[in-house]
């Protein structure tokens, strides 16, 4: 799991931010956190946490979609203690928007005494879709670069309990697809793709699917036995993700010129991100800060090192320089004109 210094924001529209409107406590050890949703074109929902005041968000759990509705987001199995939250919208287009503080909640002393440990942060189901009529393709989103696993749980509503269908190799990030070929009777089913390591297990949200086809049509449906296709099949021997390891407390920035573009995100030493990509003129690194938010940071030593599968990462187009809006300054110019602008940021200029 990539554990942030702080939620990054790259903000085009804030009114689209969500709104966190309350806090509510339940079965002492667990957080509802409601909040109104304002955009329609959203990728997912995070969820933030941290100590009461204390130290930085970190991302604790991930939704799909809610679409411009209302929503209620659950932090579980908290040991007594008083949080804060923040909830986030992201895409590719706006990045990610961050909504308000909210206000503390505090857990009950009835809850266990137990550490708080940061779990791999959950997957999102995106789909489960019927194939062949009695067959079940299982599509998730894995949101976590350090489980060591991912396991599929199935069960038939009022008929069996859940169990786990399949245990599969971490996806480190990536989406997936699982194939249930075995032929399902008439039947409502629910599944469940969580992600584990030593620290813990985290589920995604229940999904549904309904069989309603009694027989399944296995003598007279030629398709019913077909294979189910794979979308996107686990390599027998995964290559490790090329991430990048700062060694010293650094910024990461919108674009390549530190000198020129804003600052993006606060990386503490030992943080690490998944690299996606360089420059054009291969001198910074490219890292994926959160879904849709790139920053770059130089090649050197003195930020930080290279894991992984470096062999083939892709070089990015650079992104424009902010715009300097023109300004008068104190030096005039010659001939006392006054059409004179101030030295741009990061340029040598005449005093």
């Known amino acids: 799991m990539v554990k942030y210094a702080g939620p990054a924001s790259v903000i085009f529209n804030q009114s689209k931010a969500p709104i966190i409107i309350g806090v509510d406590v339940f079965q002492n050890c667990k957080v509802d956190i409601g909040y ?26 991930v939704e799909g ?5 209302p ?25 990610e928007l961050l909504s308000n503080t909210s206000e503390p909640a505090t857990t009950s002393p ?21 194939v062949n009529k009695c067959r079940v393709q299982v599509t998730y989103n894995d949101n976590s670069s350090d489980e060591d696993g991912i396991r599929i749980y199935r069960s038939e509503l009022g008929v069996a309990a859940e169990a786990v269908i399949a245990s599969l190799p971490p996806h480190q990030g990536l989406q997936a697809t699982y194939n249930d070929a075995n032929p399902l009777s008439a039947g409502t089913y629910e599944y469940r793709v969580s992600a ?10 229940p999904y549904d699917v309904k069989i309603t086809d009694p027989t399944c049509n ?31 407390s650094v910024f990461l920035r919108k674009g390549p010129d530190v000198g020129i573009f804003q600052h993006l995100v606060d ?17 910074f690194w490219a890292v994926e800060v959160s879904q849709g938010v790139v920053g770059y940071i130089p090649k050197s030593e003195k930020f930080g090192g290279t894991g992984g599968d470096c062999s083939n990462v892709p070089t990015l187009k650079d992104p424009a320089p902010p715009v300097i809006e023109p300004a008068p300054t104190k030096n005039t110019g010659s001939g006392g004109s006054a059409s004179a602008t101030q030295c741009p940021v990061g340029a040598v200029c005449p005093p």
């Open 36 to 61: 109104t949703d304002n955009t329609t074109d959203e990728l997912g929902v995070r969820l933030y946490r941290r100590d009461n005041g204390q130290g930085n968000f970190n991302i604790v759990r």
């Open 65 to 69: 979609p809610h679409s411009g509705k």
């Open 71 to 95: 929503g209620d987001i659950f932090d579980n199995d908290l040991p007594p203690g008083t949080y804060e939250y923040r909830v986030s919208v992201y895409n590719a287009n706006f990045g």
């Open 110 to 130: 009835d809850c266990p005494n137990t550490t708080l440990t940061i779990k791999p942060i959950n997957p999102v189901i995106v789909s489960v879709d019927v």
């Open 196 to 205: 584990y390591n030593a620290k813990g297990e985290s589920f995604s949200d």
């Open 218 to 248: 296995l003598l007279t449906d030629p398709n019913a036995l077909l294979p189910l296709p794979d979308h996107n099949p686990t390599p027998s021997i995964p290559k490790k993700a090329c991430t990048w390891t700062s060694v010293s």
């Open 267 to 283: 990386v503490e030493t030992g943080k690490s991100f998944p690299i996606i990509g360089q420059s054009e003129d291969g001198q």
